[in-house]
Nanobody
Framework: QVQLVESGGGPVQVGDSLRLSCLAS????????MGWFRQPPGQEREFVAL????????TYADPVKARFTVPRDTAKNTMYLQMNSLKPEETAVYFC????????????????????WGQGTQVTVSS
């Protein structure tokens, strides 16, 4: 099956930028969508952003709009999360996920739509 590995997390200061990477390997990688989710300490996991692999469309959660982007490198089977102007409340474990099933856009941010998940990478934003 597909394996997803996140990297790039670490400690940063408020207002800093950070780029996370999600590398896919194993089998044939044919996602419909790849997404980023995060889980702050003591809170539920939440949707951050996604990109549809076939159509190259992106969707962002309201709190990260205008600050985060989701670049990709299809040749490397890699998705990135570029995070700018980071806030303390964005301290979380960040997960990447891949879904193989085409679903309407309204459902693409649902965790249930994703088939593969990485182990997560910690981002800590300090004041």
């Amino acid at each position: 099956q597909v394996q997803l590995v996140e990297s790039g997390g670490g400690p940063v200061q408020v207002g800093d930028s950070l780029r996370l990477s999600c590398l896919a390997s194993g089998g044939t990688f044919k996602p419909y969508a790849m997404g980023w989710f995060r889980q702050p300490p003591g809170q539920e996991r939440e949707f951050v952003a996604l990109i549809t692999w076939q159509y190259n469309t992106t969707t962002y959660a309201d709190p990260v709009k205008a600050r985060f982007t989701v670049p990709r490198d299809t040749a490397k089977n890699t998705m990135y999360l570029q995070m700018n102007s980071l806030k303390p409340e964005e301290t979380a474990v960040y997960f990447c996920a891949a879904g193989e099933t085409m679903v309407p856009s309204r459902f693409q941010s649902d965790e249930a739509m994703y088939d593969y998940w990485g182990q997560g990478t910690q981002v800590t934003v300090s004041s």
